[in-house]
């Protein structure tokens, strides 16, 4: 084995292990914050980003964080999604309901 061979394979598993360390702690975040099922499904997500990303797959510049906000876009994606299909959306009968004032929240969130 040449050396540049083994210089090769050395940061290939320095990046495989980026990899392995991203992947864990976005699954450990997963698991802990939406369960089980979730964690299963955003890590089948995670490696289908990472197989959509556009450098070749034994490059050394791959950006792991990329891949988890991808991933983690599908999952806010899916459970935005089956939370309306679990809440039933109801109309108010209340007539006596305020508007929501000109100084609301979002006002306040988006001068910070």
């Known amino acids: 084995?040449?050396?540049?061979?083994?210089?090769?394979?050395?940061?290939?598993?320095?990046e495989l292990?980026?990899?392995e360390?991203?992947?864990s702690a976005f699954i450990g975040a997963?698991?802990?914050?939406?369960?089980?099922?979730?964690?299963k499904?955003?890590?089948d997500d995670w490696?289908?980003?990472?197989?959509?990303?556009?450098s070749p797959p034994r490059s050394i510049s791959r950006d792991w964080r990329a891949v988890t906000v991808a991933a983690s876009a599908r999952l806010a994606n899916?459970?935005?999604?089956?939370?309306?299909?679990?809440?039933?959306l109801v109309a108010s009968t209340d007539a006596e309901a305020s508007p929501i004032p000109s100084s609301n929240c979002l006002s306040s969130?988006?001068?910070v």
Request: hydrophobic share 45%; net charge negative; aromatic share 6%.
């Open 21 to 23: 360390g991203e992947l």
């Open 109 to 111: 969130v988006l001068l």
């Open 17 to 19: 292990h980026a990899a």
């Open 78 to 88: 899916r459970v935005t999604v089956e939370l309306h299909h679990r809440t039933p």
């Open 30 to 39: 997963v698991t802990q914050l939406f369960g089980p099922e979730q964690a």
């Open 47 to 54: 490696l289908d980003e990472a197989e959509l990303m556009d």
């Open 1 to 14: 084995m040449d050396t540049r061979e083994s210089f090769s394979d050395l940061i290939y598993a320095d």
């Open 41 to 43: 499904l955003s890590a």
